[in-house]
């Protein structure tokens, strides 16, 4: 976008506002912008333009990037603060934790266990006399505790600090069901904390609902929205369903078995096993799954109740799930939109708001969708509603194509794999991420073969590179500074690495440099295109 278009869209914007004065505006904009600034800008990442709004001058200030300098309330803002840094290494583990889950870590480190049988046994018989849960010692759950304490050591360190972002959301739904506040640690072993999960018979979320299953619980699934993905209301689902799990069986043992495999195979086990109720005694006669998922759940609460006594610790994340807010949408916006408005990058409008399958917010009729943003940020979202809306609204009337109301089977297209051809390219192309890519068509990997046909729901048309001026705005996927090579320095993280370069992703670093875990060496030179320099 020209600076002059983005001049005219903005005082279209400011237009827009019919309840506030000429004056208003610019005394609004005037306690913004530095009164030196607007004879010159020393900076020259930002402009300061001149335009006549209801027939008075002001100044605007905008960055070379398209993003706007909408800011919160002074007063409101300087409340809160921003968690960046340990949300988004959290968001980067969630696939690899579920992996983890599923066949072990890819590098397994072996550490000796210092715990005696009769210290697990008096460890157990404590846990036992404080839950509703059946926790007495046997040998198969104690093999399970020392293999998570060894083979799966990183996963639980990793899950003890991302913990803490949900845990406190948990317990608060948990309570309001009445349900033991225990259950928490039933989302580790069903999704690693994912909330993207999806298993391969297609149950999702955090929870893992299957599709009947949600919809029977409330869960809303649409072109454009899966519910079971949303942290809030999927878990309000899982405790209605458990707590009528527990009105069946009067054991919470046996809801929990019953929440991996259903009722059905609860009831048959208990009528293989002669009668028996106790999970333990029909444990031979469950599903193969089943018969390892309650001693999955008992070592993962052992671990999280005596992880300091295993050196296991937790590393402070500043702020939990509560320390976001939502607001509710009033119309259709895309996650790009709001991601330029209101300074916010889409990798985390994704973490936070993961029940948007097309990174669009809709507007139906009938229904309530909300954004949840950091506290910091929903300020400035609602400060400037109005204006927010009326720059959508202009955004999408110009556009040559206007985004459907409801994403529908002509929406897709199948794409061939050609040769050259990887995900951050094709993603480009499209105006979608590799992310959704790979989830649209089961993809586990980033690996691509010639001739393999992906869906894919484009967001923006394809222009062949002939067919782009070359004064044109530069493509999502290049390195805007002309550099090739980033070499890694302390403090590094594949995140922030990615932020000092726009249209980067951490798929991108991941692919390019054959990078498969999170850890940075010092030094490292990572390629920043796919280069072969």
């Known amino acids: 976008m020209s600076q002059k278009l983005k001049i005219a869209v903005l005082a279209a914007v400011l237009s827009a506002a019919p309840y506030v004065s000429a004056q208003q505006k610019i005394d609004t904009i005037k306690t913004e912008l530095d009164s030196t600034a607007l004879q010159k800008d020393e900076n020259p990442a930002v402009q300061v333009s001149h335009i006549k709004i209801d027939g008075q001058l002001m100044a605007l200030e905008t960055h070379e990037d398209g993003k706007f300098k909408l800011r919160d309330l002074e007063e409101a803002w300087r409340y809160d603060s921003l968690w960046l840094n340990e949300l988004h290494s959290n968001a980067d583990l969630f696939s690899d934790m579920l992996l983890e889950i599923q066949k072990g870590p890819e590098h397994d480190s072996i550490v000796v266990v210092d715990l005696p049988t009769d210290t697990l046994k008096a460890r157990l018989a404590r846990l036992d006399a404080k839950t509703p849960f059946k926790i007495t010692y046997n040998p198969s759950l104690e093999s399970v505790i020392k293999s998570f304490l060894t083979r799966r050591r990183d996963l639980m360190q990793r899950m003890i600090t991302a913990s803490q972002f949900y845990f406190p959301l948990f317990e608060q739904e948990l309570d309001n069901q009445n349900i033991p506040l225990e259950i928490k640690y039933l989302a580790i072993v069903e999704s690693a904390l994912n909330p993207k999960a999806r298993s391969r018979v297609g149950a999702k979320g955090l929870w893992q609902f299957m599709y009947s299953t949600g919809k029977m619980y409330g869960l809303d699934v649409s072109s454009y929205v899966d519910e079971r993905h949303d942290p809030i209301m999927a878990t309000k689902a899982a405790s209605k369903y458990l707590s009528r799990l527990y009105g069946i069986f009067g054991d919470w043992d046996l809801a929990l078995a019953a929440y991996n495999s259903g009722p059905g195979n609860v009831n048959k086990a208990i ?263």
């Open 271 to 533: 009528r293989r096993s002669g009668g028996y109720e106790n999970y333990w005694n029909i444990r031979r006669f469950l599903p193969r799954e089943t018969a390892g998922y309650l001693p999955a759940f008992l070592a993962t609460m052992y671990i999280f109740e005596y992880a300091e006594e295993h050196g296991l610790q937790y590393k402070k994340a500043e702020r939990p799930y509560f320390e976001t807010d939502t607001v509710h949408v009033k119309n259709l916006i895309t996650f790009d939109q709001i991601s330029k408005l209101v300074d916010i990058s889409t990798e985390e409008l994704e973490m936070l708001n993961p029940a948007y399958k097309l990174n669009i917010i809709p507007k139906v009729e009938g229904k309530d969708y909300a954004l949840r943003l950091p506290k910091s940020k929903i300020g400035k979202f609602v400060s400037n509603e109005k204006e927010i809306y009326a720059y959508v609204k202009k955004e999408l009337d110009s556009q040559e194509k206007p985004l459907p109301n409801m994403v529908t089977a002509k929406d897709q297209i199948r794409y061939r794999v050609k040769s050259g051809d990887y995900l951050g390219k094709i993603a480009e192309r499209y105006g979608v991420g590799v992310s959704q890519i790979k989830r649209w068509n089961g993809l586990r990997s980033n690996n691509l073969r010639i001739g393999q046909r992906l869906t894919i729901y484009p967001r923006k048309p394809y222009i062949a590179k002939n067919d782009s001026k070359s004064n044109g705005p530069k493509p999502s996927g290049t390195v805007v500074s002309g550099s090739k090579i980033h070499t890694v320095r302390s403090g590094d993280s594949l995140w922030t690495i990615s932020k000092k370069y726009p249209g980067v992703s951490i798929e991108n670093l991941r692919e390019w440099n054959g990078i498969s875990g999170n850890n940075l060496k010092p030094g490292t030179k990572l390629k920043l295109c796919d280069c072969s320099s």
